[in-house]
């Protein structure tokens, strides 16, 4: 398992999601709750949680990436929320669930601090490959 640090001048950084790690097909991370994470009803904002979803299942797909492949691009998203938050450090654990040459499809899971499933997360991504 490796861990990485993200940059702060990037989105992952801004909303303040602390070092990423990933085994293969698994990536985690955390995100400490801070006020500007709230919206106006007083729990954390649901972009807020899919944004540490999607982050984790992007990390996994660029982890993933087929060699030669370029990049990728998230081509559809899902989230169901059942719980909220309102403060401790969510937890998002991501797992592939299909990698192949043109696709990638990742579910994430999101949980409070007391283990209760905030939210379930699915992706498909699309793996970019140069132009001949």
């Not at 989105?11 to 801070?34: E, H, N, W």
């Not at 060699?67 to 990728?72: H, K, P, V």
Request: glycine content about 12%.
């Amino acid at each position: 398992m490796t861990s990485e640090r993200l940059p702060t001048d990037q989105f992952p950084g801004f909303l303040g999601i602390k070092s990423v790690s990933y085994a293969d097909g698994t990536v985690t991370a955390q995100l400490p709750i801070r006020p500007e994470h709230f919206a106006p009803n007083g729990f954390v904002h649901a972009a807020a949680v899919v944004g540490l979803a999607d982050t984790l299942c992007g990390y996994g797909c660029l982890a993933s990436l087929p060699e030669g492949a370029t990049g990728f691009t998230t081509v559809e998203l899902k989230t169901n929320f059942l719980g909220a938050a309102r403060d401790g450090t969510l937890t998002g654990t991501a797992v592939a669930v299909h990698r192949g040459r043109s696709t990638q499809l990742w579910d994430a899971t999101v949980t409070s601090d007391d283990g209760r499933t905030v939210a379930l997360f699915r992706c498909t991504q699309l793996v970019l490959w140069p132009r001949g």
